[in-house]
């Protein structure tokens, strides 16, 4: 599989950016359109419980949806590249924990949190035309809707903060261990559908302490 990235090293540990399959997404989103028509389904899927975000749904995307969109072997493929290039290791094993896809609407957000296993990652497939703008019109910086990662504090030659503006396919990889948020938005009853993940690698490969 061929991966077109780009390595972000905004702070400390580094962030993997891909861009999704245009099929992958559209079988993606013809999924969760019919789980969001069928009300069992929807209450079967839900996990929105155990996240941590205050948004309208977030569905547990299953193992057979997740293989046949080639979904999971997106996710095996480009952890396996980003490791090779950030560590020289060949991974043998990569094992999904699980995915899942935010609906976040007007006002909802998710707050700043981290997850779980070796690696996570966040992307997008769908977003509204607008964000929305901010109170003051004079405001440049209007972050409605955006991701952001945030690692450490901010210092001389190193910034704390990595701030992404939503498009459709974008996907990035980076450690479990990395906090992020995502800002509420205004202004628009359209969605914004994100979709994420937790996996494990190798343990020898991960633990770089040897222990």
């Keep these: 599989m ?10 400390g ?3 993997f950016k891909v861009r999704i399959p245009e099929n992958t997404i559209l079988k993606i989103n013809e999924f969760i359109d019919s789980v969001v028509e069928d009300k069992t389904k929807s209450e079967n899927l839900n996990v929105g419980r ?8 977030e569905f547990k995307l ?6 046949e969109s080639g979904w999971i072997n997106f996710l095996s493929s480009c952890a396996a590249k980003w490791v090779m290039i950030e560590t020289g290791n060949k991974i043998s094993q990569f094992k999904l924990i699980e995915t899942w896809v935010v609906r976040q609407f007007e006002n909802e957000y998710n707050p700043m949190h981290c997850h779980t296993g070796h690696i996570s990652g966040a992307g997008f497939l769908k977003v509204p035309k607008s ?6 019109d004079d405001k440049i910086d209007y972050r409605g809707g955006n991701l952001e990662l945030i690692h450490g504090n901010r210092m001389f030659l190193s910034e704390a903060r ?3 503006i939503p498009k459709v396919g974008d996907f990035y990889f980076f450690p479990h261990y990395l906090m992020h948020t995502v800002y509420p938005f205004k202004n628009t009853k359209e969605e914004r559908r994100s979709i994420s993940f937790n996996a494990k690698i190798d343990d020898k490969v991960f633990n770089i302490f040897g222990t």
């Design 50 to 57: 155990g996240l941590a975000g205050d948004v309208t749904q």
């Design 162 to 164: 990595y701030e992404i």
């Design 2 to 11: 061929q991966i077109n990235y780009e390595l972000i090293k905004h702070f």
């Design 62 to 67: 299953d193992r057979k949806i997740a293989e």
């Design 131 to 136: 964000f929305g703008k901010p109170v003051q």
């Design 13 to 15: 540990p580094s962030v």
